[in-house]
């Protein structure tokens, strides 16, 4: 039966409030998880319409025992699962360091991706080499993956004479035509809509290459977002559509970007794109879940939606203090884990790991880590310099530069 209306009851709106707020006890107790292994496998021509329990699911496959169970496992050998450990460790390692550059005052700026690593990493792994990523600020993770030099992503950081972007973009917009990282824009969204473009050309040329893209959760209410589902679900564009959800889009809970009743997978079936929703932070169910997508992609079958369930463990960035609007150290209690942890007790479980070789992975990826801060910090740094020169800002725009700018570069006078 309808609820009674009162009569001439006054209208109200309902704005969305974090459960927690600073000071209060940390409870994800709301959660609902299921069982690693619980969630059914379509087949990947499956519409939809016939999707609805995937996209307000969860996809897991570790265990709390770390075995790898159900439809899902992806069967990866342990070679892959090393690498993949390697390089979330790198991830985790490189973030500290520039963490700690920011505060020395080497760099303006830097963005942390703590306990979303498995996200980037796995998701790199499991596309081709040549597929092309439109990444958001904190997919770090698919430039290491992909094994693009770390002195590199650090000059960039920097801004120094080894800044191949040469200090006009801000610290950790990378971009890399050679590693298939397109440049990252600072007005949330756009490389949605670029994706799906990329992708649709891809498919206009006969090509082989598919696109993935990466947005927020709280950047999926912007425009772009939709309008790029729009055209992905017309054209059956070849692209994999990533929501990461950590939850929280600075100091904005996911409820700001409508999270309360409902998941962010299930945005995409009202599209009629098939969705998945899945543990970020299980890098086997992401790998899986990405690998899924890209086989309709290549397909022929047209766009995935994957939300990329997980939690924001560390600050949005180094201008940030989550102190002052969610409980302390939140990340540390998520109930899902760290997934650099649940792989390699996976591994351990699996009897391919040992504390040894954690140590020695550890020792590497440090001395890694500290070799290619030194070989970056050698071409400069922002407190120190050298600077690119202001006359760079008006170049490799327009390949003739126009004469307003010319204009305007010499009444800079550079
Ligand atoms: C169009 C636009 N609006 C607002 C901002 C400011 N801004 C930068 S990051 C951010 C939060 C984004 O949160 P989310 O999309 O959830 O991604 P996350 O940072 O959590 O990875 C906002 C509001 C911006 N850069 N561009």
Same mark, same amino acid.
């Given at each position: 039966m309808d609820a009674p209306v009162p009569v001439q009851a006054p209208l109200n709106l309902h704005v969305p409030e974090p459960p927690q707020r600073p000071g209060s006890e940390i409870d994800f107790s709301a959660l609902v998880v299921p069982p690693a292994g619980a969630t059914r496998r379509p087949d990947t021509g499956t519409p939809a319409a016939e999707m609805t329990d995937l996209a307000y699911g969860l996809v897991r496959v570790l265990d709390d025992q770390g075995h790898a169970v159900g439809p899902w496992d992806p069967g990866l050998d342990p070679d892959t699962l090393v690498r993949g450990l390697r390089s979330m460790m790198t991830v985790r390692a490189y973030d500290e360091r520039m963490q700690r550059a920011q505060r020395q005052g080497k760099t303006s700026f830097y963005m942390k991706c703590t306990g979303e690593e498995a996200i980037a990493v796995a998701q790199a792994m499991a596309v081709d080499r040549s597929d092309m990523l439109f990444p958001t600020y904190r997919q770090q993770g698919l430039l290491i993956a992909r094994d693009w030099p770390l002195a590199d992503m650090m000059c960039q950081v920097f801004s120094n004479a080894g800044d191949r972007l040469k200090g006009r973009q801000m610290p950790v917009f990378y971009s890399s035509r050679e590693a298939g990282f397109f440049s990252i824009s600072g007005n949330l969204g756009t490389q949605y809509s670029q994706a799906v473009g990329? #992708? =649709? #050309?891809?498919?206009?040329? +006969?090509?082989?290459?598919? $696109? %993935?893209?990466?947005?927020? !959760? /709280?950047?999926? %209410?912007? /425009?772009d977002f939709h309008h790029a589902l729009t055209f992905a679900s017309v054209y059956r564009a070849p692209v994999i559509l990533n929501v990461v959800n950590n939850h929280w889009a600075i100091s904005s809970f996911h409820g700001i970007a409508g999270g309360e009743r409902t998941t962010f997978a299930a945005r995409g079936l009202g599209y009629g794109i098939p969705s998945l929703r899945v543990?970020?932070?299980d890098f086997l169910a992401v790998h899986a879940a990405t690998r899924w997508a890209a086989a309709r992609a290549r397909a022929n079958l047209g766009p995935t939606l994957i939300e990329l369930f997980t939690y924001r463990a560390a600050a949005h960035s180094t201008s940030d203090d989550p102190g002052k609007y969610r409980p302390e150290n939140?990340? #540390?209690?998520?109930?899902? /884990?760290?997934?650099?942890?649940? @792989?390699?007790?996976? @591994?351990?479980?699996? +009897?391919v790991w040992s504390e040894a070789r954690? !140590?020695?992975?550890?020792?590497?990826?440090?001395?890694?880590?500290?070799? $290619? +801060?030194?070989?970056? !910090? %050698?071409? +400069?740094? @922002?407190?120190? /310099?050298?600077?690119?020169?202001?006359?760079? =800002?008006f170049e490799d725009v327009y390949k003739t530069m126009p004469w307003h700018l010319e204009r305007q570069r010499r009444q800079a006078g550079v």
């Open positions: 990329w #992708a =649709m #050309a891809s498919a206009i040329k +006969g090509d082989t290459r598919i $696109a %993935a893209a990466w947005i927020g !959760e /709280g950047a999926t %209410a912007e /425009g543990d970020g932070n939140a990340g #540390a209690h998520w109930p899902l /884990g760290d997934p650099i942890d649940r @792989l390699r007790q996976h @591994l351990t479980a699996s +009897g954690q !140590e020695a992975l550890a020792r590497e990826v440090a001395e890694t880590v500290q070799a $290619a +801060g030194k070989e970056a !910090e %050698a071409l +400069g740094t @922002l407190d120190k /310099g050298p600077f690119h020169s202001a006359r760079t =800002m």
